[in-house]
């Protein structure tokens, strides 16, 4: 029996949502939170029962289908009230449910519309007529209204038109990402039936009632969580969130854009006539972008991003201890312009800026990475395999040739987002969004699959400044399959790895020189004249020494650990061949192979032959095996050319004759010779190499290892003698040298590698015996000692005078010249200069007070020894190192009784 009550009672409130054509739930006023809430039903009538789902956790629950014209009911109360103020009186509550019943007036009192009246006149609902009091005009009113809609045929009351307003509800989506697809994120008119919380709904797509879960993309509000205890405990502003969702989403006319799947679940963007709710609930704080689902948002995602910054900024809700990274970017190197000179495996590009050369990352990806192992774990390799990461890597080489074809030669704009800081034994990384007219790189070589996107944790905002376009790149690259996403097997390159290996050199050699001028790309250069090149079409790297010419040499270290200094414009024509060559498609004519396995040959870039070209920059000068090839003529005029021009390696070729002639004095009659300082002895002599046969004892070199390597010496074999000249290895690299045996003692011998200068001990046993044709070539080390100086008796003063000598000219490229002889057995007495500057290096010694001056008599040499003498004047007058407690040598003959 249902409790009348007083219904007069005047109840304001807001309505939420509309459950069926005579019950609607109502909002009350909000106190400090969420407003309280009430369900209430209108009296007297009866409204047809909506469909309802089967409910999956309740065996026997079944799927029902609306009553005819519920759906209308229901949808004509929606677009009346749902968020308008209204007016209920209540006439009685239900016992037991507390249900309440009455009547709602749409406005702000009794005087607006009779929301139950305007139903019956509808015809969309019954009356309830065995409840209607005679006596109460207000309710036989409902019987009339309804009469005249039967008479008027309205409704329900229509003939022949229920089966036409059942609806055919899709509960369930049988394929979510066919379905997603075939709407191609155009948007879809719906009704939000359902807040689960502020990021996830569920509505009715119309007109084709599909029953959808969908979650805002890119984004995610706070939730439930359990607790230890398997409770439900809500995140902080999780109830706030979700009551902004609802109070302006809950059953509005609304557009959604399907973008993509999670599990079952729907992804997509929801447009109010407001705006995009997901950009609301981001500036309030009420969620945060998450990278898993940005990938797929086609709505702008910079927008949302924009919007979270704000919440960021202003510290909101979920942001409130948020602390903004520190950038450790100079403004102005925030963005440049420079050409691309190389590509670093998949992810690296080497920029150059005027003159300088800058290494940079693509921020935010991940190149292709070795199947095995995890992170950055090595390849497995095989057993005497060199390793090769841009051939053995699947799509390594796809990422490599993608970015070289694109961008090697051209200029790209570069904006720096974020350094990397050293890390497990890595360098520091630059990390930059790279374009090219207009086209993000980064972009692209993820769209194509052959790179993938970092993830990052949410709080961690070194990121690319574009980093929703990769994750979108990213995820259309998944949907299509391509490259590193592919379900097929990833490619696999066989290359033949022909560099320094003589035996497979010589097999390919007839089959390259028959094929002319083949194609190739430059893998890597290792000076001015000595590239590596991978032929496509032959699947094989191979090095390349270009023919008819001699190039200076950078520096280098040999696999020894020997360190050899560049020699002059040694690394401008490395320069100058990376740039025309590196990484360019070129070809190239083999004429034939050398003892070391490389193969000697002409290289064209875009026609233009290298070796021409290092000719006329100056670079390189024409060598005597040039004479037989068609390059030859032009080849001379270039040089004639580059030496009137006085280019590089020519530009002292005039000034040095005049130099002998016009600046020397008649008495001392110079004759400077260019030499590399290979070692400094304790006693300050020191050897030295002539620069002019550097070539030949690099060849005397690599020829005799490969002697002792087909050949190797039998221990035991050879009977060791003082004085002899045999081979021997230097124990810093296991590598064999010229030496000459200068004492036995036992099992020791101590030997001086004649070509180098340096001393060692050795077992006797691993000496052998040189043969015969590497006894042809003089000893490329002289001992020499400075001209015109003394050195100090006391052994500190004397081993600072060594050390510095030491830091001055060791593998120095040095003039020397000889200005008197030493007598038999002992060194030549020299001045030295440096060939760059030109300054005397015993004029700096002396002037840093670490040598005295040897007053010699020989005229030819005064003026020289006037110099010195005034360096070391200045050194006592600002007393350095030997003069520091003033004249020494007065204090010995005052103090000690020593006499001069």
Request: with cysteine; glycine share 6%; charged share 30%.
């Amino acid at each position: 029996m249902s409790t009348p009550t007083n219904p007069t009672v005047i109840q304001k409130a807001v309505v939420k949502q509309v459950l069926s054509g005579d019950t609607v739930v109502l909002r009350g006023q909000p106190k400090g939170g969420p407003p309280p809430e009430r369900t209430v039903c209108l009296s007297n009538i009866t409204a047809p029962k909506l469909a309802r789902r089967a409910n999956p956790n309740v065996d026997s629950s079944v799927e029902t289908k609306d009553e005819p014209w519920a759906w209308e009911a229901r949808e004509y109360l929606r677009k009346k009230l749902v968020g308008k103020e209204v007016v209920f009186t209540v006439e009685y509550k239900v016992p037991g449910t507390g249900r309440e019943y009455g009547v709602i007036y749409l406005g702000k009192d009794t005087s607006g519309e009779n929301i139950t009246e305007s139903l019956i006149a509808e015809g969309l609902v019954e009356v309830r007529k065995t409840g209607l009091k005679n006596d109460d005009p207000a309710q036989q009113r409902l019987a009339q209204l309804e009469d005249a809609a039967k008479a008027a045929g309205k409704g329900k009351h229509a003939e022949g038109e229920a089966s036409k307003h059942v609806r055919d509800i899709k509960w369930t989506i049988d394929n979510p990402r066919h379905f997603v697809d075939s709407h191609h994120n155009k948007p879809i008119d719906a009704v939000i039936e359902h807040v689960r919380d502020g990021c996830t709904v569920r509505a009715f797509l119309l007109p084709t009632f599909e029953y959808v879960t969908v979650m805002l993309a890119g984004i995610k509000c706070p939730m439930n969580k359990q607790d230890a205890d398997g409770k439900q405990v809500p995140e902080p502003f999780m109830e706030e969130a979700k009551y902004f969702t609802e109070s302006r989403l809950l059953q509005k006319d609304v557009k959604i854009i399907l973008e993509g799947v999670s599990n079952q679940n729907l992804l997509g963007t929801i447009l109010h006539p407001n705006g995009n709710i997901t950009e609301f609930l981001l500036k309030e704080g009420f969620a945060r972008c998450v990278d898993w689902s940005m990938g797929v948002v086609t709505q702008g995602a910079d927008k949302l991003r924009a919007a979270e910054k704000i919440a960021k900024d202003k510290k909101l809700r979920i942001w409130k201890d948020y602390k903004p990274a520190e950038s450790n970017i100079n403004i102005k190197d925030k963005s440049f312009t420079g050409k691309v000179v190389e590509v670093v495996n998949g992810d690296g590009l080497v920029i150059k800026l005027d003159n300088t050369f800058k290494k940079i990352f693509l921020a935010s990806i991940r190149p292709p990475r070795p199947l095995e192992g995890q992170g950055d774990a090595p390849v497995k390799e095989t057993p005497n395999k060199r390793s090769r990461p841009l051939y053995d890597i699947p799509y390594m080489f796809e990422a490599r040739e993608f970015l070289r074809k694109k961008l090697i030669g051209k200029k790209v704009n570069v904006e720096v987002d974020y350094i990397q800081p050293p890390n497990q034994g890595y360098p520091e990384k630059t990390c930059c969004t790279v374009t090219i007219g207009g086209i993000n790189v980064a972009e692209a070589l993820v769209s194509k699959g052959l790179a993938t996107v970092i993830r990052y944790r949410q709080d961690d905002d070194q990121r690319s400044s574009h980093y929703d376009e990769l994750l979108a790149a990213e995820a259309r690259a998944v949907k299509k399959g391509a490259g590193l996403h592919s379900k097929k097997e990833a490619p696999i390159h066989r290359v033949a790895d022909v560099s320094g290996d003589v035996a497979k050199a010589k097999q390919f050699l007839p089959f390259l020189q028959r094929a002319g001028r083949s194609e190739a790309v430059v893998e890597f250069i290792a000076s001015g004249s000595r590239l590596r090149l991978y032929l496509p079409k032959e699947t094989c790297l191979i090095t390349l020494l270009i023919s008819g010419i001699e190039c200076p040499k950078g520096a280098r270290t040999l696999p020894n650990n020997q360190n050899f200094p560049a020699e002059p414009f040694g690394e401008e024509a490395l320069l100058f061949t990376k740039e025309m060559c590196m990484q360019r498609e070129v070809e190239v004519e083999v004429e034939g192979i050398d003892k070391g396995g490389n193969f000697i040959g002409w290289l064209f870039v875009d026609g233009v032959n290298l070796s021409v070209a290092l000719v006329e920059a100056g670079l390189a000068k024409v060598h005597f095996t040039a004479e037989k090839s068609s390059f030859y003529k032009t080849l001379l005029e270039k040089e004639a050319k580059a030496k009137e021009d006085k280019l590089k390696i020519w530009a002292n070729f005039v000034e040095e004759k005049e130099v002998k002639i016009e600046e020397e004095p008649v008495e001392r009659k110079p004759n400077y010779n260019r030499v590399i300082v290979t070692e400094v002895t304790d006693d300050l002599t020191f050897f030295a190499q002539n620069v002019d046969n550097g070539t030949n004892l690099e060849k005397l070199m690599e020829d005799l290892r490969q002697e002792m390597e087909v050949n190797p010496p039998l221990p035991g074999s050879y009977t060791a003698r003082k004085g002899d000249l045999c081979a021997a290895r230097f124990s810093q690299d296991n590598q064999w040298y010229r030496a000459k045996l200068e004492k036995i003692e036992g099992s020791t011998a101590t030997v001086l590698f004649v070509d180098y200068g340096n001393r060692e001990k050795t077992a006797v046993s691993g000496l052998c015996a040189l043969p015969g044709s590497f006894k042809t070539l003089p000893p490329q080390a002289t001992e020499y000692t400075l001209a015109c100086v003394s050195v100090p008796s006391d052994e500190d003063a004397k081993q600072d005078a060594v050390d510095a000598l030491y830091n001055d000219i060791l593998n120095k490229t040095m003039l020397l010249n000889i200005e008197y002889r030493g007598g038999s057995g002992s060194p030549d007495y020299v001045s030295l200069k440096h060939a760059e500057t030109d300054d005397d290096v015993v004029t700096a010694l002396i002037t840093e007070g670490y040598l005295t001056v040897e007053a010699r008599k020989e005229k030819r040499l005064a003026k020289m020894v006037s110099e010195y003498q005034k360096a070391q004047e200045e050194a006592k007058r600002l007393r350095k190192n030997l003069w520091r407690y003033g004249d020494f040598r007065e204090d010995e003959a005052r103090e000690f009784g020593y006499t001069r």
